[in-house]
């Protein structure tokens, strides 16, 4: 129940394409679902995040789609570049107090120039 | 404004032998966690602090120990290390309540125990 089912694993994109990384839950009381960006050899660091009262978030070429039903999120990656090559992490957490993180296992995004 | 920085950066053990990794951040956080990151596992949360002098258990707890003596430092000790426990170690800090929503994680500690 506190998993977070992360996919793909990688990723290969051609420059300019659209990237989607996809996460799925089961605990119901999540509340917060961020996306965390790391690039090799760095620690992981926040990019977007999402509540589930709202169906869709975008920061630039970043979007974010909830679908609180299917208890799915995605992060989709427009005209995606090779700068955007990085691991990607979805996470839940939960208001509980100490709004601790569950992480999905990650997936390795590579964009071909 | 250093952030969050972690020592050593990388560190060879060998079966049994103890280390700390120290954790410091400058930005006055309440909450510090510690985590492994291990190929196709994600980020494992091993033990965390809500303020100075308290710890509790993360997911993956043993084997570690941890000490939040002082609000800017993190200790996380492992007394008899093995080879599982070879992985990169982050740590992370966040403000309390709602900014506990976004945690700023340091560089990391690559540990190999051989």
């Known amino acids: 129940q506190q998993q977070v089912k992360q996919s793909p694993q990688s990723l290969i994109v051609q420059k300019g394409g659209i990237s989607i990384i996809n996460c799925a839950y089961e605990?119901?009381?999540?509340?917060?679902f961020p996306w965390y960006q790391q690039f090799p050899g760095k620690g992981p660091a926040l990019l977007i995040a999402?509540?589930?009262?709202?169906s869709e978030k975008k920061e630039g070429r970043f979007t974010i789609s909830f679908n609180k039903s299917a208890k799915q999120f995605s992060l989709h990656i427009m005209d995606s570049q090779p700068g955007d090559s990085a691991t990607y992490f979805c996470?839940?957490?939960?208001?509980?107090?100490?709004?601790?993180?569950?992480f999905g296992t990650g997936t390795r995004l590579k964009v071909l120039a | 404004n250093a952030g969050v920085t972690q020592t050593p950066k990388f560190r060879v053990l060998k079966t049994g032998q103890s280390m700390t990794l120290l954790c410091a951040q400058d930005?006055?956080?309440?909450?510090m966690y510690w985590y492994r990151q291990d190929p196709g596992m994600g980020l494992r949360l091993i033990h965390y602090?809500?303020?100075?002098?308290?710890?509790a258990k993360g997911e993956v707890p043993d084997g570690y120990n941890v000490s939040r003596l002082k609000k800017q430092n993190f200790l996380l000790g492992l007394e008899s290390a093995a080879p599982s426990q070879t992985s990169v170690y982050f740590c992370?800090?966040?403000?309390?309540?709602?900014?506990?929503?976004?945690?700023?994680f340091g560089p990391g500690t690559r540990l190999t125990v051989l």
């Open positions: 992370a800090s966040s403000y309390s309540g709602q900014g506990a929503r976004e945690q700023f």
């Open positions: 605990n119901t009381a999540f509340d917060y």
């Open positions: 999402i509540r589930p009262d709202v």
């Open positions: 996470a839940a957490s939960i208001a509980s107090g100490t709004y601790k993180y569950i």
């Open positions: 930005m006055n956080h309440e909450y």
């Open positions: 602090s809500v303020g100075e002098g308290t710890t």
